[in-house]
């Protein structure tokens, strides 16, 4: 019996060309089988996986490291403007710039529509503490989500190793 409960993927990407040939994913290409792109990813290829997986809704997310963006605001307001049945756009931002980032979260919202920003603390080496988090922590006031990934305790911890 089929499932009447909708599957939605809260962690996702359209992976531009540039996102997919990062070496932090060579073992993940080596384990897919998958060479370096030279093109990039038709958003057609990326609903057609979600269709066979049964994915109705998911939240494609920007990718913004400490090299700067790997996957633009832009180009998931890009995702979603050509399908915005099935895609709610999350933001990313440079954390090591706050005030840059208030700006920025301010435009996906306002401009771009995004209803959420997503930080990672381990991408960032910093823990989610971290006093560059606060003035986008401000933004709480706003009720929109702030995703973020599991914290790796070994290289974001703030204790002393003896």
Not at 22 to 36: A, D
Not at 79 to 105: H, K, N, T
């Amino acid at each position: 019996m089929a499932s009447t409960i909708p599957i939605v993927d809260v962690w996702m990407q359209h992976p531009s060309r540039q996102f997919r040939a990062v070496p932090m994913f060579e073992t993940l290409r080596r384990w897919t089988r998958h060479e370096t792109p030279y093109t990039d990813m038709p958003l057609e290829a990326t609903l057609s996986a979600r269709d066979e997986a049964g994915v109705q809704v998911g939240l494609p997310s920007a990718w913004w490291g400490p090299h700067g963006p790997l996957i633009s605001n832009d180009a998931v307001a890009r995702c979603v403007q050509r399908s915005p049945d099935r895609f709610i756009g999350i933001a990313a931002v440079d954390l090591f710039r706050p005030m840059e980032a208030i700006r920025e979260v301010r435009r996906c919202v306002s401009e771009l529509g995004m209803r959420g920003v997503r930080m990672l603390p381990w991408l960032w080496q910093v823990p989610p503490d971290d006093r560059r988090y606060y003035p986008l922590y401000g933004l709480r006031s706003w009720r929109r989500p702030f995703p973020s990934g599991a914290v790796r305790r070994q290289s974001t911890s703030r204790q002393k190793v003896k």
